[in-house]
């Protein structure tokens, strides 16, 4: 039995933290026994969600599955299409053939999710520690983002706009141009964000020096995304595994090396800025042409062919009822995703449906360095290190 | 492996038998070739050409289920050339192919789509280069009554016409050439189809073309959820799967897997509508008013305890699960210390496998036949009586060619289209004819026994039974119903023993579940497991024990009385004694009886039915509905009598599912043949219908509307003698008379008519009298 939940002496004291708790963002049960106010040792529960959708995945035909992957982490619904989409285009052999176009509205919709769902991190962190404020301005940012989000796709949180082969639809007029218009407004407001937080002796206090971790603890647990990047190791799949158009923009990876909350919060704000800059470059850059490939074996085709074409109504019924045939084989795809790493591994035997699909969900991840992060601190410690990992639990519970 | 051979497909090397198409050695391993016309069921037609294949050395594709398997063939399947040569096919299937996926009932499972998507078809070049207004339009046949008809979505690949000849035996359908100049599937003769209406060919259409009007336009395949479970007609126990949308069953389809290779006749594939709420009993009577199901269960209880135990009778009648009779097995011997307890089975299998001889297989799985290089049906129309059993004939005879059919009947029927060696005798004469078979085969075997008859038996017949390795033996239910069926079933037993480990014995019957009631013991003669026990009570009796007052109170199962009595005797029984009637259905018997308790019907419960072949097929519960199994109902009334029913001992029973039914008879019986005294007039005889099992299966929307009144059939000499015309009416008389459609047939013999079975309003037993199939008739013309 893990050690937190025995005690030694009658000075320790167990408390459960959570299922039901303001702050543990969503459904986790943390275990930690104390010694007066310090943690000696935590554990946390996970699975209060779990939804079984790697075993749904099984029972659907791959687009079916589309807006399952919206609700793994619901705040960054965009990001899960994408890195899901891109798994079965590996598999399907198709990822070259994606339309320039598409790959930019992807990347504009990849990177509006990332401010989005940092948004809402910095906005819950610091309500946690206290900065009740912040959490205003960061919601009034973000609905600037869902709104177009909303303009895209019509709606406001799962969007299954990404599309194996593309996009759902072209962007409607006027898109780009309250892309360029957030884009230009953004930089000011991180600003504000940094004014509020980035000097207030209360916020230093309790994240710097909290919730450490080591570049090589970091590394063994195999924690992902601005989690790594607060400890010193330079990894982002954007730039190292690229994928979509990334390679022709312009954008820098921020790496601290700190290792605590303070160094998390500060590359979190970083990239936000980060993506606003390849935002503008794609406003600038996106060229024009088709949002879908043209593999009819694999994609929705336009709804007047399937209306008019013989072949195309016969496919569509086919691709609809019994699923695209994938070819058999095995394939796993990593985005950069904001809350880290997430992969799909899928393993296909030929069929309409995948006869496995795994996901490497980074908050189920992230969370596993929590008791490393904690240890030795203070309880009130646990609050800021959970802010500062930003975990869903729609994706770590599955 | 005898002959094996070594081919090479893809690069891969894999072993096969010499007589294996390539089609098949691919399937085996896996290997995919997309294929439209062949099917496991029939064999290779060669029409669609869609299984080409490159065989290296070969200049042409050559199609993969026709050709056979060489040593050191080396085959490739998806070759640009063989891609190329299958999309020019499919291009021709193309052509104007109706855009009518998206109101096509077959669309979501239809080849055709899958092919197209398979190639990856996104043009053709085929309809880009002719004119769409040259094309013709095809005729649609709405007048099939079960079956529609589209030749515009037909891709003529043929398997409906196959499927139709060489596994249904039937052979209606075929490619006729018509006006506009091409040619199209109708029925040979140009006649609106009058057939089986199994729906093979709907079950096997790759496209829209052939489909069933009963599903027409009710939902689309992907909204189907699907059910396994036992067809309810007869004792084959064909699987089928119940396709349900919102709490109904709309469809019912079977897989290939199955044992009955997705074979289902009329009833077991369109007749699902007889489970709908209109033909159910919808709540418990008494005296003919409505009541709540307590005071029908204590009214019932009452009536079972004001009688002494010896006055209780209680009968079964082989349509519900082995789960329910065990419970009316232990109720009746436990509770109410009645030894009067006996099932429908008795007027026919009971009466076989009572006298069993030793040493004989008493079950023998219906795909083993195919072991049989003969094959003897005697005493039946198998057509009739058990389709699954007919078209297994077929399979051996005409698909495979390895067996012989020897028929012994009193008609031509219709496996002997087959070709088949042709024993003949007169109704009545069933006793003699298979006594003097004994003769003759223990003659041929050099066999001593006194058994002899009179009848002179042809010498091929003899011949082919005697120098056969392995015989299926198949015994109609209709000769065992005949008034002396215990001396049938004991001249049978005679040929059984002479024939000793080499024969394969099949007894067809029409009820469902007949071989459960041996099973559970609940047929007279029969214990738990099957094992023997003393013949104490018989459902012959039961009317006369009525009349003479000695059986005051009767408790059916499932029992329809109409279905086996007269309507004398059947009202005799509901007038004489309180009738306690537990079934589903709206019969004649549930109108009158004093108690009525409606149980679950076969949809909705959860049990077993015991096949011809002694397996145990579980049955689904696929609908819900708010009535309780039999079991229950059963339960109720034992434990509100004052006996708790050990239901551990009914799991027990069913987990081990096995019998242990052994055969006594060690000797050759010495049997008297007395006959049938026909008197002066025809001779007639009560026969079954391929579109009813029971009178209930008249209710469901597929008999009915394959088969909505009976016909006599004549002789066209005898029809002339008296006046009648096809199609005209004619008054039979017997013991009492009925007024009945005339067929006329050749196959008849002169001096003999035919009444079929189990037409609502129509009781045959009427003519004859109760549990007896041969009377003396007289046709007098109708208007």
Redesign the interface.
Known sequence: MNEAYVTKNEREVILNVGPQHPATHGVLRYVVKLDGERIVSSDPQVGFLHRGIEKLAEYMTYNQFNPYTDRLDYLASMNNNLAYVMAVEKLLGISDKIPPRAQYIRVIMAELGRIASHLVWLATHALDIGAMTVFLYCFREREYIIDMFEMACGNRLTYNYIRIGGVARDLPDGFLDRLKEFTKLFYGKVKEYHQLLSKNRIWLKRTKGVGYISKEDAINYGIAGPCTRGSGVDWDLRRDMPYLVYPELNFEIPVYDEGDVYARYLVRMEEMVQSNRILEQCAENIPDGDVMVDE??YVWEPKERVM?H?????????????G??APPGEVYFGAENPKGELGFYIYSTGEGKPYRLKIRAPSFINISAMPKMVEGGLIADIISVIGSLDFVFGECDR | MADAVKIKINGKEYEAEKSESILQVARRNGVYIPAICYSDRFGAIGACRICAVEIVGMKKPMLSCAMKVKDGMEIFTDSEKVQEFRKKIVYEWDKFHPLQCGVCDKSGECDLQDINYELNITENPSEEAADPLTVPDRSIHYEWRIIHHDANLCIQCRRCVTICDRVVNFGILALVKKDWGGREIDTKDGKPLECEFCGQCVSICPTGAMSSKLFKYKARPWELAKVRTTCQFCASGCQMDLNIKDNAILRVTSEDNTPNRANLCNLGRFNYSVVSRKNLIEHPTSNGKKVSLEKAIKEAVDILKSCKSDEIAAISGARETVEEQLTLKLFVENALSSKNLDSFASTHIGKLYRVLPEGIEPFNAVSDMEECDVIFAFGGDVANEMPRLDWQITRNVKLLKQSKLITAYWRDAKIDTLGSVALRYMPGEEVEFLNSLFGALANSLGVKSSVKGSLEIPEDGVKLLSEAKKVALIVGEEALERPYGEEVAKALANILMLLGEKVKLYASSKYNNSYGVLFSGVADGFDTFGRRKEQSFSLYELPNLVKEGKVKSVLLLNADLFTVYSDEDARAILDGASVIYIDSYLTQTAEHARVVIPSAPFSMVNGHYVNIEGRFNSVAKALEGDFKPASEILLEISNQYGYSIPTGVIKDAISKASFELEGVNKEFNNVESKGFEFGDGLKGVLVYSKFRSGIFSSFGDGASIAMNEPVVEVNPEDAEENGLENGGYATVEGLSALKLKVKVDEKMPKGVISVPLWFYGYNGYNLSGSLNNLFSAKLLKGE
Do not use: G, R
Request: glycine share 0%; no cysteine.
């Open positions: 009819p074996q008019t013989n072949y195309a109504l016969m496919k569509h019924f086919v691709k609809v009822v019994k695209f045939k």
